[in-house]
């Protein structure tokens, strides 16, 4: 039951930006969004996170609009080790906890 | 490296039987949350454990259970086994008890094959 809609796929060229889009309509005013990649079948990796302001790592960059209801988060520089399908996750209320919630993500190619 | 260890990495068994996976978490993390993802899908949360006590429950069978020991580590126990249940099988662990800063550092993964 994700809270999050990704795009099931996308490609980008070496050395270019690539920026992936998620829909969070039903987030509420107090939840971060929240983005993982997963490279092949290894265990996920934490990217970066956000409430309201974009945020930026070495990373990536997030992009998140005024009213919060979708994000890009933004490869600067892909390179082919960038493949690998991106999770955009956002908390739920669980048992008295949060949680994430994990929809099935964007599988990014990078292509030489 | 995460400093999440899971073990065993692979693991092949016969319907109806039991299995453990054991997870130890990062120096000094007390969480410890388990996921399963199914072929070609999300991460389904399972539970959480926070400093020995079960913190949350998510879609966990009841032929599953869990438990996090004095040391932190914790062993995900999977009985009578069905071929659904071949899955990947994440731990991971974070520091407080709340998915606050929404770290969470991923082990990689026990493979579980059904036959």
């Known amino acids: 039951d994700a809270k999050t809609t990704q795009p099931t796929s996308m490609d980008c060229a070496e050395g270019r930006a690539a920026n992936l889009p998620c829909n969070h309509s039903?987030?509420?005013?107090?939840?971060?969004v929240y983005w993982y990649r997963q490279i092949h079948s290894q265990g996920p990796q934490y990217i970066i996170h956000?409430?309201?302001?974009?945020e930026t790592n070495e990373m990536a960059s997030l992009i998140i609009t005024e009213d919060r209801k979708s994000s890009t988060l933004i490869l600067p520089h892909a390179t082919l080790r960038d493949t690998a399908v991106y999770y955009c996750?956002?908390?739920?209320?669980?048992?008295?906890?949060?949680?994430?919630?994990w929809g099935a993500g964007t599988k990014l190619i990078i292509k030489p | 490296d995460s400093g999440v260890t899971q073990t065993p990495k692979h693991l092949i068994t016969a319907t109806g039987q039991r299995v453990t996976l054991r997870c130890s978490p990062r120096?000094?993390?007390?969480?410890v949350y388990w996921y399963q993802q199914s072929l070609d899908q999300g991460l389904q949360f399972l539970i959480q454990?926070?400093?020995?006590?079960?913190?949350a429950k998510g879609n966990i069978l009841e032929r599953f259970s869990a438990q996090q020991f004095p040391d932190l580590h914790s062993e995900l126990n999977l009985s009578s086994l069905e071929l659904g249940d071949s899955a990947l099988y994440f731990c991971?662990?974070?520091?407080?008890?709340?998915?606050?800063?929404?770290?969470?550092?991923f082990g990689e993964g026990s493979r579980l094959t059904v036959l």
């Open positions: 991971a662990s974070s520091v407080g008890g709340q998915v606050n800063t929404g770290e969470l550092f």
């Open positions: 120096s000094g993390d007390l969480s």
């Open positions: 454990y926070y400093n020995g006590e079960e913190r």
């Open positions: 039903t987030i509420s005013g107090n939840e971060y």
């Open positions: 956000g409430l309201k302001n974009n």
């Open positions: 996750i956002v908390r739920w209320l669980m048992d008295s906890n949060y949680q994430l919630i």
